[in-house]
T-cell receptor, first 113, second 116 residues
Framework: DAKTTQPPSMDCAEGRAANLPCNHS???????VYWYRQIHSQGPQYIIH???NNETNEMASLIITEDRKSSTLILPHATLRDTAVYYC??????????????FGTGTRLKVLA | NAGVMQNPRHLVRRRGQEARLRCSPM?????VYWYRQLPEEGLKFMVY????????ESGMPKERFSAEFPKEGPSILRIQQVVRGDSAAYFC??????????????FGPGTRLTVT
């Protein structure tokens, strides 16, 4: 199974962009990269996902390198409410079209006032 | 549209008792996933079910743990003869069509199991 590697913690000033890196050097060609975040031990919240191309939605942008071995989640204007643990996840495929998430250990992002 | 619901939110059991955790997926979702999270760790996949079928149980401990998702009603994660090491947060997630094609999962608030 592909695994992800993330820095354990990061700080970001409020209003600035938060760039969260993730390495997934063993990812396979059909494995998607997902990002979720977990605030105060609540259920993980979906942020964004992608396969090859860069993606953007109302929450964040996802930049995936051309070789797909790493990606970066960008929160363009971090607020205090973005303080959370951010998980970079690879969706791995099983047989017969089954898939599951493999969570990494996450990055604890602290947004500072 | 209500999100994924889990109950109870907190459950305390003594060693040797049974724990039953319930998960109601989002409306229209027929795929359910269960995860376990130990303190200060990421979530670990346990089992994937589609209505009345277990699709992937590769993350389930071989003994004492079972899961079901009946035709009617919520999905149930059952832990028999609980031990202190079962103390964790258990999260359920649902998706409408599985994860093929990049569909995402939506998580419930979790059940925090404490074994005394």
């Amino acid at each position: 199974d592909a695994k992800t590697t993330q820095p354990p913690s990061m700080d970001c000033a409020e209003g600035r962009a938060a760039n969260l890196p993730c390495n997934h050097s063993t990812i396979s060609g059909n494995e998607y990269v997902y990002w979720y975040r977990q605030i105060h031990s609540q259920g993980p919240q979906y942020i964004i996902h992608g396969l090859k191309n860069n993606e953007t939605n109302e929450m964040a942008s996802l930049i995936i390198t051309e070789d797909r071995k790493s990606s970066t989640l960008i929160l363009p204007h971090a607020t205090l409410r973005d303080t959370a643990v951010y998980y970079c996840i690879v969706r791995v495929g099983g047989g017969s079209g089954t898939y599951k998430y493999i969570f990494g250990t996450g990055t604890r992002l602290k947004v500072l006032a | 549209n209500a999100g994924v619901m889990q109950n109870p939110r907190h459950l305390v059991r003594r060693r040797g008792q049974e724990a039953r955790l319930r998960c109601s997926p989002m409306k229209g979702h027929s795929h359910v996933y269960w995860y376990r999270q130990l303190p200060e760790e990421g979530l670990k996949f346990m089992v994937y079910l589609q209505k009345e079928n277990i699709i992937d149980e590769s993350g389930m401990p071989k003994e004492r743990f079972s899961a079901e998702f009946p035709k009617e009603g919520p999905s149930i994660l059952r832990i028999q003869q609980v031990v202190r090491g079962d103390s964790a947060a258990y999260f359920c997630a649902s998706s409408p069509r599985g994860l093929a094609g990049g569909n995402e999962q939506y998580f419930g608030p979790g059940t925090r199991l404490t074994v005394t």
